[in-house]
């Protein structure tokens, strides 16, 4: 730093010391209020004479209405901007209102979302209780609602840049908004359900990354694992293509991702669970063009990152589907299938 910057910096400190505000140097003026009660005392007692206490003085710097707002040091990270320098605790009060509000706001939102999901769940409930001809105004009104919370949630596709600042994805980062999201999903349409289950596959990685210390994303595996019941064969492969996609930002997966998180891996388990059952059964599939190619490129893809990844590292879903072995025998040889049984019990 050179002289003329060392000197601005001691103008902006001296600055703050002239104030009458005991807010603006508290400790400096505490100090030396107890300074001359200390002194005081001494003279009373006849062991000192009396002489004025010292004093910091400070030279007057007459504050100039214009300056330039930015101040660039060589050598130091980023910039000061002056403003903040000559009203200190009127930038820090900004920004702690700015983070009460945005905090404040963000709680207001999801009490509102329950409360509005509470009075859904009480129609729900009247609708059990309900004479038959009064069922369809009560669905009706219990549709409207729904709606309302599942619009609020403004559920959309964005990228990675934009996950950061996602409504949605936000309200999945505390555990109150996955209560929400978990309780909101038996009451949605299939296309809302799905839609949520292909957002929340899609984001995959962000939301373990996020979740790493509260854990509370199994919290959503019951409501989905019964979305995932449902999906056609061609919504399965949708789903399951959001797994297996690169990330420009990471070498590994999502499905490898998945492999070492709770969530993850019992979300997986239950889409290759459904997928064999559908395949299993006689009813029609209505796949799309490739939609075959794809879905045995996964079970591939899947067995080779089950393979390769430490067991110690693999976390125990929430639920093993009897099923997933069936599934293995059917497009792999039987070594690997012994290998991948041992390392998945």
């Given at each position: ?8 910096v ?11 505000n ?14 001359e ?6 003279e ?8 004025e206490?010292?004093k ?6 007459q ?10 040091i ?13 009203s200190p605790?009127?930038a ?6 700015a983070l009460?509000?945005?905090v404040?706001?963000?709680e ?16 729900q ?12 105004c009560?669905r ?31 309200l ?10 978990a309780r ?23 939301l ?22 449902g ?5 399965l ?25 709770q ?5 997986l388990y ?17 796949p799309?063009?490739?939609?075959f190619?794809?879905?045995?490129d ?5 067995a ?34 012994h ?7």
């Amino acid at each position: 730093m050179t002289s003329k910057e060392k000197d601005w910096v001691i103008k902006v400190e001296m600055i703050q010391l002239q104030s009458e505000n005991m807010d603006d140097d508290y400790y400096y003026q505490m100090y030396y209020h107890q300074l001359e009660h200390k002194q005081a005392k001494e003279e009373l007692l006849g062991g000192r004479n009396k002489q004025e206490p010292p004093k910091l003085v400070t030279p007057f710097i007459q504050k100039v209405e214009t300056y330039d707002s930015v101040v660039r040091i060589a050598g130091s990270l980023g910039q000061v901007a002056v403003s903040t320098c000559y009203s200190p605790r009127r930038a820090i009060d900004a920004v702690h209102h700015a983070l009460v509000e945005e905090v404040d706001g963000g709680e207001a939102r999801l009490v509102g979302l329950f409360l509005q999901l509470l009075k859904v769940e009480e129609m729900q409930w009247k609708m059990s209780l309900a004479l038959e001809e009064e069922q369809p105004c009560c669905r009706e009104q219990k549709s409207q609602k729904v709606e309302h919370i599942y619009q609020v949630l403004k559920i959309r596709a964005c990228g990675s840049e934009e996950e950061a600042e996602d409504e949605f994805l936000q309200l999945l980062c505390v555990r109150k908004g996955k209560k929400l999201v978990a309780r909101l999903l038996p009451h949605l349409t299939r296309e809302q359900a799905e839609k949520i289950l292909l957002t929340i596959t899609h984001h995959l990685p962000f939301l373990m990354k996020k979740d790493v210390l509260d854990e509370s994303l199994s919290l959503l595996y019951s409501p989905l694992n019964k979305v995932v019941g449902g999906l056609a064969f061609s919504k399965l492969i949708e789903v399951l293509q959001e797994m297996t996609r690169p990330l420009p930002e990471s070498p590994e997966l999502p499905l490898a991702m998945a492999l070492k998180n709770q969530f993850g891996i019992s979300l997986l388990y239950s889409l290759l669970s459904h997928g064999e059952r559908l395949l299993s059964s006689n009813a029609p599939l209505e796949p799309r063009s490739g939609d075959f190619e794809t879905w045995t490129d996964t079970v591939f893809l899947v067995a080779r990152e089950l393979s390769q990844v430490p067991k110690t590292l693999l976390v125990e879903p929430l639920f093993l589907p009897s099923n997933l072995l069936s599934l293995f025998c059917r497009y792999l040889d039987k070594h690997t299938v012994h290998q991948l049984e041992a390392k998945m019990e």
